[in-house]
């Protein structure tokens, strides 16, 4: 799991802006610095990998990300459920934190990575359009598919796992760079616990129950 505080994926861009912003102080002039300099507190906020509070009730499903519910709908998954699920999908902007965090305790039993577009994020046709990268997790008769998607300045989907690899529950998976989107599809019996326009936080919002 990774914990540090800045996800180590934004060290090339903070030490890339440190580097301009004393060459501009000194270089050029220390007002001009400031440019660079709040760039530079701008990616490291953007980086930021805080820690959660994650529920141990093994029947809740936690947000995949930080963000906005853009929808709640009905859908046949044909990657990994194989049957009619629900479907959450969540907006990630420029200032959510863009780590995420898998939704339950399990083994990643499917994982695709699909090259695409980047049209903006919110968007509803991005989750077919948009470069994505897909893992379904299983643990017992619970099945989820989460699903990556990157957005126009998310250019760059980053994952720390595999196939195969045992996850629990709120771990930190991935990351989406920059603004972006995230999918959650669950078993249609899962009772679902927001609606569009819902504020969460990966790892600690309670999404679903498996009933």
């Not at 919110?122 to 897909?134: A, L, Q, W």
């Not at 969460?200 to 129950?209: K, L, M, Y």
């Given at each position: 799991m990774v914990k540090a505080p800045i996800v180590k994926e934004g060290y090339i861009y903070i030490a890339g802006l440190a580097f301009i912003t004393v060459v501009v102080f000194f270089a050029i002039n220390q007002y001009w610095s400031i440019i660079p300099g709040v760039l530079m507190g701008f990616i490291t906020f953007f980086f930021r990998n805080p820690k959660r509070e994650i529920p141990n009730d093994d029947s809740l499903i936690v947000s995949p990300a930080d963000g906005k519910v853009m929808s709640v709908c009905e859908v046949y998954d044909d990657l990994f459920l194989n049957e009619v699920g629900i479907k959450v999908t969540i907006f990630l902007s420029v200032f959510d934190v863009h780590v995420n965090r898998s939704p339950i305790a399990g083994e990643i039993k499917f994982q695709q990575y699909?090259?695409?577009r980047f049209r903006p994020a919110?968007?509803?046709?991005?989750?077919?359009?948009?470069?994505?990268?897909?893992i379904g997790l299983k643990n017992g008769e619970m099945r989820v598919l989460v699903t990556q998607i990157a957005g126009l300045l998310a250019r760059r989907i980053v994952s720390w796992v595999t196939l195969g690899n045992i996850v629990q529950k709120g771990e930190r998976y991935g990351l989406i760079k920059f603004a972006s989107c995230t999918e959650i599809i669950v078993p249609k019996t899962v009772e679902i616990l927001v609606k569009k326009g819902d504020r969460?936080?990966?790892?600690?919002?309670?999404?679903?129950?498996f009933l």
């Open positions: 699909t090259c695409g919110y968007k509803e046709s991005v989750g077919c359009e948009n470069e994505r990268h897909s969460v936080t990966g790892g600690e919002t309670v999404i679903g129950r």
